[in-house]
């Protein structure tokens, strides 16, 4: 079966993106794949490569790419959420004249034509709340 | 039939209250996050009759001893869970 995440929560603030790790896991060790991980409002934090936790804290981004290598796993922020929110890519940064990109490797930015699309493909959405 | 997935304290808000005036004969409900608060004491009453799931390491987190008439579950059989049912619907606000 074909699973959607969609992420509300910012890592740190919420236990949503944290909770939505766990399942991915869960899913994907029961042999079910990942369509598209959609992250949303806040969520899309999760994709920003300036994050620096302590070390003896849990490092969600890294785990995120790690999990996105092991599985080749799609991870999309929205695109209008992460510009409000300051989440650039280098070419994005550039287009609006900001001094440098942070989304962090792994990530994509996208429309909310992707979530719609993952929603359409998928066998089920599951949408962990900020 | 589906599967209503709450996140939120029953002393925080009212994401518990609005998922069951919304629930059908049939559907099942889990609660993750905060909301395993409202796997024991009193607020079970409310949810009694109901097909409902706690998920054990949240519970476990908060040391909440999970009533005996709600199912502890991990992370796989959520997965199930969400094989078995459908659509998902999150309530967290």
């Not at chain 1, 209008?80 to 942070?102: F, I, T």
Request: glycine share 8%; with cysteine.
């Amino acid at each position: 079966m074909q699973f959607t995440l969609v992420v509300y929560g910012a890592p740190h603030a919420s236990e949503g993106a944290n909770t939505a790790l766990r399942f991915a896991r869960a899913v994907l060790a029961s042999g079910h794949g990942i369509y598209r991980v959609f992250f949303y409002g806040d969520g899309v934090h999760n994709g920003s490569a300036l994050v620096a936790p302590p070390q003896d804290e849990q490092d969600l981004l890294s785990q995120w790419q790690d999990l996105k290598i092991a599985h080749n796993l799609d991870l999309t922020l929205c695109i209008a959420a992460a510009q409000r929110r300051g989440v650039l890519n280098d070419s994005e940064a550039s287009r609006l004249e900001k001094p440098s990109g942070n989304m962090a490797d792994g990530f994509e930015l996208a429309g909310l034509g992707q979530l719609a699309e993952a929603a359409a493909v998928s066998d089920r959405i599951v949408t962990f709340g900020s | 039939m589906t599967l209503h997935i709450v996140s939120q304290s029953p002393f925080s808000g009212s994401a518990l209250k609005d998922c069951l005036s919304a629930f059908a004969d049939g559907d099942a409900l889990l609660l993750i996050e905060d909301a395993v608060y409202a796997a024991k004491g009193q607020t079970i009453t409310q949810l009694k009759g109901k097909s409902v799931y706690c998920l054990e390491p949240d519970a476990v987190a908060r040391g909440i001893s999970i009533d005996p008439a709600i199912e502890a579950i991990d992370e796989t059989r959520w997965v199930s869970l969400c094989t078995e049912h459908n659509p998902i619907v999150s309530w967290f606000r």
